[in-house]
């Protein structure tokens, strides 16, 4: 109920499917400056290609390297946002053109809602989200980011997600599970 009531869009004056999400944090990424810059200019490249907003929840770590190496874009519609609450967020990701990521679980969520997903790395602990299509690595070079863009765009919404992925009441087996584990730690 709190995602379909969430007013994000509205707020932010989006519609759906007309725009880029982006999530940018590890050190991977955001620690060495040469892979931001080229993560920054593949942001306005997108901007300029397909003429939508660029929005980027900003990590307050992401926000700091950025301003550091100067790389805080003047064009209004790539937009630095504070970090957004999970309804809010999931309400994004769903309805996002494509979404741009390094974080592992928001390949799984896209996989799931359908939304079309580049991987802002050069591996994945999700193999299973590029086996099935929803998901690509397109590593930090802008061409190659734009290349990888246009890819998972041709297969939108024609993937199957893995069987597990689609399990229903997981939180409730995983309650169960601890709370009826008898002895020793629970992690």
């Given at each position: ?42 942001f306005a490249r997108l901007r300029s290609v397909y003429g939508m907003p660029v929005i980027v ?125 008898r002895g020793g730690c629970v992690f």
């Open positions: 109920p709190l995602i379909a009531a969430s007013s994000v869009l509205k707020r932010l004056a989006l519609s759906p499917g007309r725009y880029f999400l982006v999530t940018l944090h590890r050190a991977e990424n955001v620690d060495i400056e040469p892979r931001l810059r080229a993560f920054v200019q593949s929840s900003t990590h307050p770590r992401t926000r700091s390297r950025l301003a550091q190496c100067g790389l805080c874009s003047d064009d209004d519609e790539i937009r630095l946002m504070e970090p957004f609450g999970f309804p809010d967020f999931i309400a994004l990701e769903k309805s996002a053109f494509c979404v741009l990521s390094d974080s592992g679980t928001v390949q799984e969520e896209c996989c799931i809602f359908g939304t079309p997903n580049v991987t802002l790395r050069d591996v994945t602990e999700r193999p299973e989200t590029i086996d099935c299509g929803s998901n690509i690595l397109s590593g930090a070079d802008p061409e190659q980011i734009l290349t990888c863009v246009a890819t998972v765009l041709d297969k939108a919404g024609v993937w199957t997600p893995p069987r597990e992925y689609l399990e229903e009441e997981v939180s409730r087996t995983v309650v169960n599970i601890i709370l009826g584990y």
